[in-house]
């Protein structure tokens, strides 16, 4: 069966410090891959989707980069983080396999202090 | 940009009762799926409908799909406390990545 793992769960980070989230899923080839960010009691913003490996489309203008450098990897990046980079990041996965569903990592909560 | 908003953004409600929610969007889909979070986590997938279909079910959960109107309804029958959760909608449009509205928090109280 899929699955997609995201880590880490939580994070302090001093503003200006880099920022490196990691995801993967296991189970399934050639996913598209999706990172967003969401806000407290806000909906989701869709970041950067990746439709394979080194392709990635960016939806805003931001101080986040994003990575695909294996089939079932996407990573979000930061070489100096911002105050308003804090939230709640989620990766996710659509693929064929799962009928055009979307399934979610448990998501890394971030807080730059 | 938004394309779904759903409607309410805050519910309560008595357990027991139906709780309905609704989402509107702007262009014309292949499907609407719907999604529930709870607290802190991340979303789970609950029900999927294409654009050529009206009524889903599973389980205690109901999705109507009007694409004339360019909506969708989500209703839990017989709510439980556990049900305390955000639901959102997402649209799928085949030229863009799944795009959610804001989504409903829902509180079912024992």
């Known amino acids: 069966s899929q699955t997609i793992h995201q880590w880490p769960a939580t994070l302090v980070q001093p503003v200006g410090s880099p920022l490196s989230l990691e995801c993967t899923v296991e189970g399934t080839s050639n996913p598209n891959l999706y990172w967003y960010r969401q806000a407290a009691g806000r909906g989701l913003q869709l970041l950067f989707y990746?439709?394979?490996?080194?392709?990635i489309s960016s939806e805003v203008p931001q101080n986040l980069s994003a990575s695909r450098p294996q089939d079932r990897q996407f990573i979000l990046s930061s070489k100096k983080l911002l105050l308003s980079d804090s939230g709640f990041y989620l990766c996710?996965?659509?693929?064929?396999?799962?009928?055009?569903?979307?399934?979610f990592g448990q998501g890394t909560r971030l807080t730059v202090v | 940009s938004q394309q779904g908003e759903e409607d309410p953004q805050a519910l309560s409600i008595q357990e027991g009762e139906n709780a309905t929610m609704n989402c509107s969007y702007k262009t014309s889909i292949n499907n609407l799926q719907w999604y529930r979070q709870n607290s802190g986590r991340g979303l789970v997938h609950l029900i999927l409908?294409?654009?050529?279909?009206r009524e889903k079910h599973s389980g205690r959960l109901r999705v109507t799909l009007d694409t004339s109107k360019k909506s969708s309804s989500l209703l839990i029958t017989a709510s439980r406390a556990a049900d305390t959760a955000s639901y959102f909608c997402a649209t799928e449009t085949g030229n863009t990545p799944l795009v959610f509205g804001k989504g409903t928090r829902l509180s079912v109280i024992a």
């Open positions: 990746s439709v394979g490996i080194g392709q």
């Open positions: 409908i294409r654009s050529n279909e």
């Open positions: 996710a996965w659509i693929g064929g396999a799962g009928g055009g569903r979307a399934f």
